[in-house]
């Protein structure tokens, strides 16, 4: 018998999957606890229809992203901080901090997306943004004294 799972079921498949099961299994498991549904013409149109649609609200966010990548590509941002006399950073700059600069820029990105390691002197660096869908944008990061 074919049935389509509405939940993950370990050992047989994931949501929106089409599987073969024995109907006793069917019936007295996967039906009763609402883990599948019958295999009909009109439940197979369904999840197609749903399937169209995660595809292409996945294309459309694949498009955002790279189009945010694009423009953060080469980006500088400039950060002023204390400076000891030694030339040191009083606090270092890191990943939020440079989130909070790009947010000021008008771009919103949380600061688990930034790779960079804790910049303690003034200088010049680069920081890696990472998207979804595997993208990635380098920016310059000018650490200045205030």
Do not use: C, W
Not at 26 to 39: D, G, M, Q, T, V
């Amino acid at each position: 018998m074919r049935v389509i799972l509405i939940q993950n079921v370990p050992g047989l498949g994931k949501i929106d999957d089409i599987k073969e099961a024995s109907e006793g299994y069917s019936r007295n498991f996967l039906f009763a606890k609402n883990l599948a549904i019958p295999a009909t013409a009109k439940a197979l149109q369904e999840v197609e229809a749903r399937r169209n649609r995660q595809v292409k609200d996945l294309e459309q966010d694949l498009r955002g992203q790279q189009s945010l990548a694009d423009k953060l590509d080469g980006f500088e941002i400039n950060i002023k901080e204390k400076v000891s006399a030694s030339g040191a950073l009083y606090a270092s700059v890191g990943p939020q901090k440079i989130s909070e600069m790009l947010a000021k820029s008008g771009f919103k990105i949380d600061k688990n997306q930034i790779i960079i390691k804790p910049v303690k002197e003034v200088g010049e660096y680069k920081a890696t943004i990472k998207f979804a869908h595997g993208l990635e944008a380098e920016i310059i990061v000018n650490v200045i004294k205030l």
